[in-house]
């Protein structure tokens, strides 16, 4: 587990023509290594012989629960954002919005 998250690269690339806006890409290759990583946990925690790392894999699967819960927010307002970006950005909607400019 330890190495796979090592290895795993959070891949930020520039949205649009913006300069210094990016988003999260590779969004699948993480959610699998997050499951794989998952998995094997609960196969661990099922095993007899987990003893001796038991404080290890607790705290592997509290760290992964958490960022679970936290890459899914990330993803789901990532795609709001993209979303509304793209209603809000329109020039009836900024004249509407900033009738000053």
């Given at each position: 587990?330890?190495?796979?998250?090592?290895?795993?690269?959070?891949?930020?690339?520039?949205?649009?023509?913006?300069?210094?806006?990016?988003?999260?890409?590779?969004?699948?290759?993480?959610?699998?290594?997050l499951?794989?990583?998952?998995?094997?946990?609960?196969?661990?925690?099922?095993?007899?012989?987990?003893?001796?790392?038991?404080?290890?894999?607790?705290?592997?699967?509290?760290?992964?629960?958490?960022?679970?819960?936290?890459?899914?927010e990330?993803?789901?307002?990532?795609?709001?954002?993209?979303?509304?970006?793209?209603?809000l950005?329109?020039?009836?909607?900024?004249?509407?919005?900033?009738?000053?400019?």
């Amino acid at each position: 587990v330890t190495d796979i998250w090592k290895r795993t690269e959070f891949i930020l690339v520039p949205y649009k023509d913006y300069q210094d806006l990016f988003v999260l890409s590779g969004i699948d290759d993480i959610q699998l290594a997050l499951e794989e990583s998952l998995v094997t946990l609960a196969t661990i925690k099922g095993s007899r012989f987990v003893q001796p790392i038991q404080n290890a894999v607790d705290e592997w699967d509290k760290k992964l629960d958490l960022f679970s819960a936290t890459i899914e927010e990330w993803i789901s307002c990532q795609r709001n954002w993209m979303y509304l970006e793209s209603i809000l950005t329109t020039p009836d909607i900024q004249r509407f919005a900033c009738p000053q400019l």
